[in-house]
């Protein structure tokens, strides 16, 4: 028999079974005590292997980080994504896709792109890594938003536009801020994000006040800022996490615009006044929800 020709599956399988283990003890270190302070040394204890081994399994840390970061450009769910987003005749379903297989690999690999963006800022060789992923990242995404063009939801000119909208709202710093910032669900997020994507790309000509309390609840609007005789106050989110979204006002354009926001006392408000593309949004300690708002116009 010849040996240079013979493979063992039973070894194949322990070597894969040890690769993995030493890239989930350097992802776990990685991310507990960041990615300077971690040593080789360290990472083949908690994988309980010999140091060598880590160097002829997967190699020295920037290859250990690379192994880690391999495993999200190559994801099944971008494949699926992309998949189902070509198929669908819906332009509304292709955001609503979008966000649901953003959100999956997000979720799933929360850890190791918070290790991506420790790592970077002390590691030049995990900075070009970032560089590359993000690329990778925004390539498909500009990919996704093309389908847009191709149902005639969007037009030529404005496709760059449209992908960094997808970049804003499917990227990693949106679901980072709205899930582990501010302690969202991912289904609440998925469902606003998604939401959001919607109205900037499907309909930026027709402002919806009411994309300011979307997870707030049901509520009547009464003149000038007060309840409608018999309704009674909506509940959910705190009013101080009630803002426009910037994606509201359609670009380039200046628009003055006004809240009416109610306090307990039934006194009203003006909340904020913008210019497109830079909005001020003024916050508020009220104790009321947000119940009535004028539609943007020009100045």
Request: one cysteine or more; aromatic letters at 6%; hydrophobic letters at 40%.
């Amino acid at each position: 028999m010849n040996r240079a020709s013979y493979h063992s599956p039973r070894r194949q399988q322990a070597a894969a079974a040890t690769r993995e283990a030493i890239i989930e003890a350097a992802l776990g270190l990685f991310a507990c005590q960041g990615y300077a302070r971690t040593t080789v040394a360290q990472i083949a204890e908690a994988a309980r292997v010999a140091a060598n081994t880590v160097y002829t399994s997967v190699g020295g840390k920037p290859q250990l980080l690379a192994a880690i970061t391999e495993g999200g450009t190559g994801d099944a769910d971008v494949a699926e994504t992309l998949t189902a987003v070509a198929r669908t005749t819906d332009p509304a379903e292709v955001i609503r896709l979008t966000a649901a297989g953003t959100r999956r690999v997000n979720e799933r690999r929360a850890q190791a792109v918070a290790v991506l963006l420790d790592s970077a800022q002390a590691d030049a060789a995990a900075a070009e890594m970032l560089r590359v992923t993000v690329r990778y990242y925004r390539d498909t995404l500009a990919t996704l938003a093309r389908r847009l063009e191709d149902l005639g939801a969007v037009q030529s000119p404005d496709l760059s536009r449209a992908a960094d909208v997808f970049w804003y709202l499917f990227g990693w710093t949106s679901w980072r801020t709205l899930v582990t910032d501010l302690g969202w669900s991912w289904d609440d997020a998925e469902q606003w994000l998604a939401q959001r994507g919607v109205e900037a790309l499907l309909e930026p000509a027709r402002p919806n006040p009411q994309a300011l309390s979307v997870l707030a609840g049901h509520h009547k609007r009464g003149p000038r800022g007060k309840h409608a005789k018999g309704a009674a106050p909506c509940h959910g989110l705190p009013p101080t996490r009630l803002t426009r979204s910037p994606m509201l006002i359609p670009n380039g354009t200046a628009h003055a615009a006004t809240c009416s926001l109610s306090t307990g006392s039934g006194r009203s408000r003006r909340a904020w006044s913008a210019r497109s593309g830079n909005p001020a949004v003024r916050s508020t300690s009220t104790t009321c929800c947000l119940v009535s708002c004028t539609a943007t116009t020009p100045v």
